[in-house]
């Protein structure tokens, strides 16, 4: 599709357990945000990227979250020893470039409950 | 924390003009102000950004004060399609951490 792609679109785990979720932006665009929403809250920032560099994790909620990405294209999000308080909607956008003009094409999101 | 302050609700009766809007007293001069939604069970969709000239497009207009310390978001013809939350964000040239508010839930009453 010509859309950013997200999977899973569903996960349930259990508690403890590591979980991968993973974002396909829109072909061309270099910029890639994570962003996490939990129930009935806001978009909370949790890292971009630029080509394959994230020049700013402060985002990331604990050491339990790392995030990467390949070939400047293909996003990977990983949790490790997952809790309860990680169950959210997680959500990536893509854009043609940073900057204060750039628009963000945003994917379904990835529904993450944790057990 | 977000740089801007939107009402947390608003209710609009449909096919009347809606005003949304959104103070961002410490905007630098160089910030682009842009708008987002998020419809039910979706991600947030792109409506509209603008600098200082109020902007229009297909989807709605954006007026954007002398002073850049606020905007409103207009949707000149409310359908049932626009209950959504909007988001007010603003957004610099070299800004990687795009920081979204809580946003304004909008209702539309049929």
Known sequence: GAGVSQSPSNKVTEKGKDVELRCDPISGHTALYWYRQSLGQGLEFLIYFQGNSAPDKSGLPSDRFSAERTGGS?????????????S????????????????????EGSRLTVL | DAKTTQPNSMESNEEEPVHLPCNHSTISG??????????????P?????????NVNNRMASLA???DRKS?????????LRDAAVYYCILRANRDDKIIFGKGTRLHILP
């Open chain 1, 74 to 86: 293909v996003s990977t999000l990983t949790i490790q020893r997952t809790q309860q308080e990680d």
């Open chain 1, 88 to 107: 959210a909607v997680y959500l990536c956008a893509s854009s043609t470039h940073p900057g204060a003009t750039g628009e963000l094409f945003f994917g």
């Open chain 2, 30 to 43: 160089t910030d682009y102000i842009h708008w987002y939604r998020q419809l039910p069970s979706q991600g």
């Open chain 2, 45 to 53: 969709e792109y409506v509209i950004h603008g600098l200082t000239s």
């Open chain 2, 64 to 66: 954007i004060a002398e």
């Open chain 2, 71 to 79: 905007s409103t978001l207009i949707l000149h013809r409310a359908t």
